[in-house]
């Protein structure tokens, strides 16, 4: 029978809560937890956590609770910002349309967390319970009981549920006790996953808040709309990391039933109780918001758990991932209608097709440029914007299709867009790129959002455009020329310390956005250089600069991004710094360099939403009916997330340029979050495909509309996805099946381009290979790509099963579509399983395969 317990002196049971000498305690093997009787109440005593070196204590234990009250709907004016003098902050500058918004609900009152009356108490009574104690207390407002338990499978978690019934009519919000109040100016690492992180508080609001570069030194309060993981969490100086994770269900649903509901706010999350000591925190519901209002009699439910372990953030996290939102159960659920393959080639037809593809030639300064038109939003244009986006992608898939298409009418007029693209003017700017886009009204490049240069736009659109362009062409002079121009200048404007500037302005030459630093990998475009040329100035060049982001950026968690309309906040380029610091690992050998590529990919990870949890639920999607799983976020990326990405309003983002790193990454780190995440983007997204074009959406609210006003995104799409299926095909065969990688796109992320140099399949020399109608398979589930040695005249298939179940398929080669204009006679097939083990197979071009999980099933036809 469950007894009110009066503080008395009870003996100790272990194992159970209980009192003794005036204290309460939990115990188990991992956690110890005791509380004391204090003259206003109830009160944490000791928090303790075994770990390697015995008991390890947290200091400042608490046990504060605090219940958020607002007779009214609390206001929704932004409240101002001030600098350190006391005068308004002017930010986001008007131009920026797109975020003017966003930060002015981001300011509200609830946000800020000075909205409503706070009520803070300790409980005044207890009751025992069998492997639990509930907390209860009265309050004018309201009665709070609340009870704490260990978890039965997870020793260091500790399950709380807390019940608030009303005793007046109001708006009410329940925030998680307060464990301990950690110390703010000594701690290791502090997140609140997709929103903000770093190891130090940060005095600028704006780069904190606004930028997610460091710790608010405020206790704002967050919406879970970007919060990738629910997971606010501290890791001390001590190396105990404490965080609070939401029970799945208590968060917004993005798409709760018929129509998108992001907006709703239904847990808040943050790094500081409402007095500002820095400890993970969440509310529920959020005050003013969607089920906060409560009359007189009603209630609500809350419930969580607080993980504390002895280690670093990451594990933590990754519990919260794995554990608490299964994230690896949602790829039991995928069920692919069209292969990624499949999705490759009807992006080819697309992108051959002038009229669905917006091609588009102009003429300039005598030259005959050619892009695509760009429809969204650029500085100063008419609607009249052009832009070509992968380089690598369009020269590789030229070229392992042996299209003369794009061969004749593509690829020369968008080199000569890259020619043109240069500032050859003398002076200061001299070698950069004049502008990401092409206006052809007025006749001149531009930059996205403001007439400014940028040093990594250097690094993207001269260097690691024209580095890709030149390992297909490189005996190209012309282009050779302007290369070694853009990576002079870029050395230039590289500082003493191995930093760069954000942009400069176009007409003064000075520095802009000088309020933040370039935490960014523009040091990449050194090391291009160096590959191209072989002048060890650039190597050393992109060491000094690594060197500086590795300090500045990766051991503090701050990063900046490439999208001008968004200001630069935080994006897809800190995804991309993993494979440029791995690609600069590979020319050093530094191990410095890869233990940073791991730590940024684990912070990268944080990109990822990891909630709700799929299921089968019925919904309907723009008048067609689905089941939860195939609109989920769970598995994909931001655009940019924060406080002020796009993720707020659009949700993640399709391209997931991603996942082929995240292979790689799995591969050296044996990490499945990496191998999970990856496929979890990548496989399966046929709702946001357009069917009649291939394309994807490119935002996750846009469902299967195509590329709409982004045509260009399709070259994305083809080098992502390529590189995405070629690092499995890598995995899979034990690093048997290699083709050499080039360099990073710009902008959008990390993946590499292909095809301009032979790989190797289990020894043997062999040329990547994609030919329309050449592979015939009755699977979707099924992906390929084939390779082929012309000299030893050797064909190989290489097929992916990439569903978590064994497939039974079927496989026919058409032999007249291996070959332009020829036909090949099949002459000896094998199946390989590596290099020594064969299996013969018949000659006929038809063949019933089984290919386990996740498997890879090669093919090896010699033919005449």
Excluded at 460 to 476: C, E, R
Excluded at 732 to 746: A, V
Excluded at 781 to 810: P, V
């Amino acid at each position: 029978m469950n007894r009110l317990l009066h503080i008395a002196g009870l003996a100790l049971i272990c194992g159970m809560p209980c009192i003794a000498n005036a204290q309460l305690r939990l115990k188990n093997n991992a956690l110890d937890l005791q509380w004391k009787r204090a003259t206003d109440g109830l009160k944490l005593s000791s928090i303790a956590v075994s770990g390697a070196q015995g008991w390890q204590q947290l200091a400042a234990p608490s046990g504060a609770y605090t219940l958020l009250y607002s007779k009214e709907k609390p206001a929704t004016d932004a409240v101002p910002v001030l600098d350190a003098k006391g005068a308004a902050v002017d930010f986001p500058e008007q131009h920026y349309r797109y975020l003017t918004p966003i930060w002015k609900q981001a300011t509200s009152p609830v946000e800020m967390n000075i909205a409503g009356e706070a009520i803070r108490f300790f409980p005044s009574s207890v009751e025992e319970a069998p492997g639990r104690l509930i907390f209860a207390q009265e309050e004018k407002l309201a009665s709070i009981r609340s009870q704490w338990e260990f978890d039965k499978v997870y020793a260091n978690d500790i399950k709380v549920n807390i019940t608030v019934r009303a005793k007046r009519d109001g708006y009410f919000s329940m925030s998680s006790p307060t464990l301990a109040v950690l110390n703010k100016n000594n701690f290791n690492w502090a997140s609140v996953p997709g929103v903000l992180q770093g190891n130090a508080i940060e005095p600028s609001f704006i780069n904190a808040f606004a930028y997610g570069q460091g710790i608010p030194d405020k206790p704002v309060v967050l919406r879970e709309r970007t919060a990738s993981t629910l997971s606010p969490l501290v890791t001390t100086k001590e190396n105990i990391t404490l965080a609070v994770i939401p029970d799945p269900g208590i968060a917004r649903d993005p798409w709760a039933s018929n129509e998108k509901s992001i907006g709703d706010w239904f847990l808040g999350l943050s790094l500081m109780n409402r007095n500002a000591e820095l400890m993970p925190t969440i509310y529920h519901p959020v005050l003013g918001e969607k089920k906060s209002f409560l009359k007189a009699g009603d209630s609500i439910v809350f419930s969580f758990r607080y993980t504390i372990r002895n280690g670093s953030w990451f594990p933590v996290f990754k519990h919260a991932v794995n554990d608490v939102y299964r994230f690896a159960d949602a790829l039991a659920l995928k069920q692919t209608k069209q292969s990624l393959t499949s999705r490759l080639l009807g992006m080819h037809r697309y992108v051959i097709d002038d009229s669905l593809s917006k091609w588009r030639t102009e003429a300039y300064k005598g030259i005959t440029i050619g892009a695509q038109d760009y429809l969204g939003g650029v500085y100063n244009s008419d609607k009249d914007a052009m832009k070509n986006a992968d380089y690598g992608a369009m020269w590789m898939l030229s070229k392992i299709t042996e299209d003369t298409v794009l061969q004749s009418t593509r690829l020369p007029y968008a080199r000569n867009f890259k020619l043109m693209q240069q500032n050859t003017g003398k002076g200061f700017f001299h070698g950069a790129a004049a502008g990401q886009y092409y206006l052809f009204r007025s006749k001149r490049f531009t930059e996205e959002w403001g007439d400014y240069s940028e040093p990594i736009a250097l690094t993207y659109y001269m260097i690691a455009d024209m580095g890709n362009i030149l390992l297909f062409q490189p005996n190209d002079t012309a282009l050779k020329s302007a290369f070694r121009e853009a990576a002079d200048r870029l050395l230039h404007w590289m500082q003493p310390n191995g930093q760069w500037q954000v942009a400069y302005d176009n007409h003064t030459a000075k520095p802009m956005f000088t309020e933040v630093q370039d935490l960014r990998p523009t040091f990449y475009g050194m090391l291009v250089a160096y590959n191209i040329l072989g002048d060890v100035k650039y190597k050393a060049a992109a060491c000094k600069g690594a060197d500086w982001f590795i300090k500045n950026a990766v051991e503090r968690g701050r990063f900046l991004g490439t999208c001008g309309d968004a200001r630069f906040v935080p994006d897809f380029a800190t995804g991309q710094s993993v494979q440029a610091l791995m690609d600069l690992y590979a020319a050093t050998k530094d191990a410095r360099y890869k233990n940073a590529a791991i730590a940024t990919a684990k912070i990268y990870t944080t990109s990822v939403y990891t909630h709700p949890i799929p299921d089968r639920t019925k919904k309907m999607v723009n008048g067609i009916a689905r089941e939860d799983w195939e609109i989920a976020q769970a598995g994909l990326s931001f655009e940019h997330g924060g406080t002020l990405g796009s993720a707020n309003h659009r949700g993640p983002i399709l391209l997931a340029s991603h996942a082929g790193m995240f292979i790689r990454m799995f591969a050296i780190t044996k990490d499945s979050i990496f191998l999970n995440m990856a496929r979890a983007a990548a496989l399966g997204r046929d709702a946001f495909v357009d069917s009649a074009t291939s394309v994807a959406s490119y935002y996750w609210d846009a469902m299967n509309k195509g590329a709409g006003p982004y045509p260009h995104h399709a070259w994305w799409q083809v080098g992502w996805i390529t590189d995405y299926l070629l690092a499995e095909i890598s995995l899979r065969s034990g690093n048997g099946i290699e083709f050499p990688r080039g360099f990073i796109t710009p902008k959008v992320g990390p993946h590499q381009s292909y095809g301009f140099k032979e790989g190797t399949v289990y020894g043997t020399k062999a040329s990547l290979l994609l030919k329309e109608n050449m592979l015939h398979i009755n699977d979707p589930y099924i992906d390929h790509f084939a390779a082929i040695d012309t000299k030893n005249r050797k064909l190989f298939l290489m097929l992916l099963n990439n569903d978590d179940e064994k497939r039974s398929i079927s496989v026919q080669l058409d032999p007249a579509h291996v070959l332009n204009n020829k036909s090949i006679q099949l002459l000896k097939v094998l199946s390989r399983k590596d290099s020594r083990h064969t299996t013969p197979m018949n000659n006929f071009g038809s063949w019933s395969l089984n290919i386990p999980a996740y498997g890879l099933q090669v093919i090896e036809i010699n033919y005449r």
